[in-house]
Every structure is written in structure tokens, then in C-alpha cells.
């Protein structure tokens, strides 16, 4: 699977936008990239994932880039509980999420 | 509401005893997974079962084996439980052939003393 890169962590002001930058210059053509998140002492949370279209849900935006050697996921209006650790996975679909590699992640902070 | 359920939030045992975690899915999932969460080294996975009765080794499965008796069910063994073991353990479960999505649960904190 391929290698993704986040940075360690951000700062957002609650009720702005919040753009959580991944850099995966090596996918393949069959990888997705999934986005999950964890807020402390819970087990991570899956949020949204794409190929190669711009995606939306409930959580959040994903905007990959044509490319697709990099991804941002967007939370429209962030709150406070959106304060957690951010992961961009990128894998192949199909079995089921077996070999989900989950890096470092980004450490987003809401602040008042 | 779609659930993974890990029987036990906090455990404290004596290096030597015999652990099970346990975890069951309300989603009728055919894979599910157990993965070790520690600081600076992120998730890793120790075990994952892809059906009933089967089971495949993950990058860490040292120390551990695991049992899945029934489709819902998926424990975690620790036979003889040692200090280096201490640690947040991490039930997910996903569906066949799917999205690929992995549902967790709330992770069971164990520390060995």
C-alpha cells in the first residue's frame, strides 16, 4: 500500500473551515484513499473515502487532485469535537480492509 | 446504529495470567481484525479472521493467538500476559467484498503489572 504523508498537527478556530492536507505522490491506479479519525481514548472512526472524484457525506469533503498524488479533507464548520487525530490511508478495495495501514495522522486542534 | 462491542474498557492483570479480550459485531461482518495502539507507533495489527474458524497473522502476532468460534465473536488470547504487553487493544470489524470500511470499538486499555 502506498505511503502517505501528513503534517504532525493543525489549529482551526471552531465554525471555520478545517483542510486536512495528505500527500501519497506514489498511489497506484487501484488505491483509494480513505479517511478515519480518533477522538482520544476511542477507536477510530471511518469518515469518507474516494478514487479519483471529489467526494462528500455528512462529515466532510475529500478533494483529490487530478493527478491524485494528493488529498484534502475539509470539515465545512468545525466544532470543538472535531478535535482528534486525523489519518489518510491510502488502499486497495476489495478485501474487505485487510492491510489498513494507519500512520501517524494529523492532530487537529478546534479552539474557541 | 451499526456496533462493535469489546467486552472490557479497562483491565489490570499480573504478568503470567491468562487474558481474553472479546468482541462482537452486530453487522454480520465477515472480516474482522485486532490491532495494538501505542504511542509513536500507531495501530498495528496483530490478527485478523476472514470467516468463521479462520484466522491469519498480522505484522505483531507474537504473544498472541486469537479464536473465532462464531461469526460475531472474535477474542483475543494473551496465554502467559508480560509487561511489554501493556497497551490499548483495537476490535474492528468490516464486510465482504465491501468498501473497505473498518468499524471499531471503543478499545479495551489493558495494563500488565
Known amino acids: 500500500d502506498a505511503k502517505t504523508t501528513q503534517p504532525t498537527s493543525m489549529d482551526c478556530a471552531e465554525g471555520r473551515a478545517a483542510n486536512l492536507p495528505c500527500n501519497h505522490s506514489?498511489?497506484?491506479?487501484?488505491?483509494?484513499v480513505y479517511w478515519y479519525r480518533q477522538i482520544h481514548s476511542q477507536g477510530p472512526q471511518y469518515i469518507i473515502h474516494g478514487l479519483k472524484n471529489n467526494e462528500t457525506n455528512e462529515m466532510a469533503s475529500l478533494i483529490i487532485t487530478e493527478d491524485r498524488k494528493s488529498s484534502t479533507l475539509i470539515l465545512p464548520h468545525a466544532t470543538l469535537r472535531d478535535t482528534a487525530v486525523y489519518y489518510c490511508i491510502v488502499r486497495v478495495v476489495g478485501t474487505g480492509g485487510f492491510k489498513t495501514i494507519f500512520g501517524a495522522g494529523t492532530r487537529l486542534f478546534v479552539k474557541a | 446504529d451499526v456496533k462493535v462491542t469489546q467486552s472490557s474498557r479497562y483491565l489490570v492483570k499480573r504478568t503470567g495470567e491468562k487474558v481474553f479480550l472479546e468482541c462482537v459485531q452486530d453487522?454480520?461482518?465477515?472480516?474482522m481484525f485486532w490491532y495494538r495502539q501505542d504511542p509513536g507507533l500507531g495501530l498495528r495489527l496483530i490478527y485478523f479472521?476472514?470467516?468463521?474458524?479462520?484466522?491469519e497473522k498480522g505484522d505483531i502476532p507474537e504473544g498472541y493467538s486469537v479464536s473465532r468460534e462464531k461469526k460475531e465473536r472474535f477474542s483475543l488470547i494473551l496465554e502467559s500476559a508480560s509487561t511489554n504487553q501493556t497497551s490499548m487493544y483495537l476490535c474492528?470489524?468490516?464486510?465482504?467484498?465491501?468498501?473497505?470500511?473498518?468499524?471499531f470499538g471503543e478499545g479495551s486499555r489493558l495494563t500488565v503489572l
Open positions: 453487522m454480520d461482518h465477515e472480516n
Open positions: 474492528a470489524s468490516s464486510r465482504i467484498p465491501g468498501t473497505g470500511e473498518l468499524f
Open positions: 479472521s476472514y470467516d468463521v474458524k479462520m484466522k
Open positions: 506514489t498511489i497506484s491506479g487501484n488505491e483509494y
